[in-house]
């Protein structure tokens, strides 16, 4: 055979095996590609023809020509075809003979040689319409795998070396076969946490599930569309995983390349609020019984929160994640701006209702309330910055009943660095007694008064948890809230209550006085809770709250129900910021100071 050499020296025909990632120039023709050992490019897959191809030049182009063996079926970019010409930096695919090749006129062998002989791909998904990789063979052939039959028509894979043309996925499957000695998914995924995260030590504490676990084992959420359905979580999650892989920012990468910031707990593999890790996070746990109005007094709280906290100490509240807290946002701002009390009137938290979410615990699913995280930071002080969890509970999760481990939503009160006791005095028979004449809608309506119990089982939760003795108690700062306070403060003897706050400081002493007079119209009328509230605590607090600083007015809805709401012209809540800011001049003294 006679063999030519370009008289444009500085032409020549790139040529790689995409198999075996083995790359070659071709500087001479004719030039026979095929498993003939006699060929000038052997290619050992099985099967292939002996000859599959022969390269001729012509000046400057380049001939491709299939032999008639493995011409059947063959494709030339993507489409069918038995020849190809290339010009100077031009490139082609040829999928021909059970072999993919590729090809490219280059005008510098430094150019084809430089990328070695080491496999790697890129990626291209038609749905984000973004390149991802690079990725060796054995990782390309996981992303090819992983593909559904709709994103192989579209997506396409490219060699290294190649910038403008490469090979639908649907056409090389082939070329990644399952490995032969890889465990099923499932299985593979059993390995990955065959040691469980051990839930009772850690740096951190989750706010969802309150497991600890410490820094190295957060999970990361990937980004990338391909990479949805979770293996606890469900087909409609993101992956979690534990990153190996980063950008230069420092950034996970998921498997696709995608810069992955978002952290998960490994526990319950909920999404944690940004900056988790940053900075401390307490729990403030509100217990209270059905329709005793958390919800309205929580809505109230994180509003007055944002006000007094900036006005009287420089203390910037807002949320850590909006997107997270915007069921919260939508109840204040329907409390807040509403005309009407059917417009401010919210619902009671169901326990299966949209202030709940389905996650893994303890290898069961269980509905769990989501936590609502605000950030505290403190003008030119950032090394203070904390964050505030607060939850939204049906009261039917403190009852005794409620505290299985398929219906664990309440156990934050065990973790929590603040708890927050909100009584209903007109539950009560020994107030109803004594606020005879007083017009509020709410006296009408009869309930079963369980608070003391519900204050009982908080305390065997608790200890239960956290492993104490009966006789026990803890030191975390307990606050009494009796709400209401319009229709019931009348009845301290002494007159008004001193104020709890003036400009940059909380008056401790204020605050004991009141409360050892709220706590003794308790002790007459109800020993019970005080009782109960100081066998839990040794640090308890009684404040006199109302959320809403009046009576609710009765109405009737568009659907003809008769319903209890407040009248948004009358609202002016009283003291409902007082008790957090009790607990945090104890937590942050240096945030929220108190004075003598």
Not at 64 to 72: I, K
Not at 206 to 215: A, G, H, L, Q
Not at 236 to 256: S, V
Not at 353 to 358: I, K, R
Request: include cysteine; aromatic fraction near 8%.
């Amino acid at each position: 055979m006679t063999r030519s050499r370009s008289r444009f020296s500085s032409t020549q025909l790139g040529l790689l095996n995409c198999a075996t990632g083995e790359r070659i120039l071709v500087s001479t023709t004719p030039f026979v590609i095929g498993s003939n050992a006699a060929a000038d490019f052997c290619l050992p897959q099985a099967d292939c023809p002996p000859v599959v191809a022969t390269v001729h030049q012509r000046g400057e182009v380049f001939e491709v020509n299939l032999h008639p063996d493995a011409a059947l079926n063959s494709l030339v970019d993507g489409a069918p075809g038995t020849q190809l010409l290339l010009h100077p930096q031009e490139e082609h695919t040829v999928l021909a003979g059970g072999v993919a090749l590729a090809f490219r006129s280059v005008l510098s062998a430094e150019d084809w040689q430089s990328f070695g002989q080491e496999m790697s791909w890129h990626l291209y998904d038609a749905t984000t319409r973004q390149w991802y990789g690079p990725y060796d063979h054995e990782q390309m052939g996981a992303q090819v795998r992983r593909q559904s039959a709709d994103q192989a028509e579209d997506n396409i894979i490219m060699p290294a070396g190649l910038r403008d043309v490469g090979f639908f996925v649907k056409d090389v499957r082939h070329l990644f076969p399952e490995p032969v000695a890889s465990a099923p998914v499932e299985e593979l995924v059993h390995a990955v946490h065959a040691e469980p995260v051990n839930t009772e030590y850690g740096e951190f504490t989750c706010p969802t599930c309150w497991f600890k676990f410490d820094r190295g084992d957060a999970m990361n959420i990937a980004v990338h569309a391909s990479l949805r359905g979770d293996p606890l979580l469900g087909e409609d999650a993101m992956q979690r995983f534990h990153a190996t892989r980063f950008n230069d920012r420092g950034q996970a990468l998921d498997a696709l390349g995608l810069a992955a910031p978002d952290l998960a707990c490994p526990h319950c593999r909920r999404k944690l609020p940004p900056g988790f890790m940053d900075t401390p996070h307490h729990i403030f746990s509100i217990v209270g019984a059905p329709s005793s109005g958390k919800s309205y007094y929580l809505s109230v709280l994180t509003r007055s929160l944002q006000t007094s906290l900036y006005q009287n100490f420089g203390v910037t509240f807002r949320d850590a994640d909006p997107s997270e807290n915007v069921i919260l946002t939508q109840m204040r701002t329907q409390l807040f701006s509403a005309s009407t009390p059917e417009d401010a009137f919210l619902a009671k938290t169901e326990l299966e209702g949209m202030l709940y979410e389905t996650l893994p615990r303890q290898g069961r699913k269980v509905r769990l309330p989501k936590p609502f995280v605000f950030k505290l930071t403190r003008s030119h002080a950032h090394d203070t910055d904390f964050s505030l969890v607060f939850y939204d509970n049906a009261g039917e999760h403190f009852e005794p009943t409620r505290n299985s481990a398929d219906s664990p939503g309440a156990q934050h009160i065990a973790v929590a660095s603040g708890i927050f006791f909100l009584f209903d005095p007109l539950h009560n028979t020994e107030f109803r007694a004594r606020l005879r004449g007083i017009r509020d809608p709410q006296i009408q309506s009869r309930r079963l008064d369980q608070q003391d119990v519900i204050l009982a089982e908080t305390e065997v939760r608790i200890k239960n948890v956290l492993g104490l003795d009966s006789r026990q108690t803890i030191d975390t700062p307990f606050a009494v809230m009796v709400g209401k306070s319009d229709t019931w403060e009348h009845l301290l003897p002494g007159g008004p209550l001193l104020p709890s706050l003036e400009k940059a400081a909380l008056l401790s002493e204020n605050v004991r006085q009141n409360s050892e007079r709220i706590r003794q119209l308790l002790l007459e009328l109800c020993p019970a809770i005080v009782a109960n509230a100081e066998a839990i605590s040794s640090n308890v607090c009684y404040f006199a709250i109302s959320p809403l600083g009046c009576s609710p007015v009765q109405f009737t809805d568009s659907e003809g129900h008769v319903r209890i709401g407040p009248d948004p012209q009358s609202m002016q809540p009283k003291q409902v910021e007082v008790p957090s800011l009790w607990v945090l001049s104890q937590l942050a003294p240096e945030v929220v100071t108190a004075k003598g």
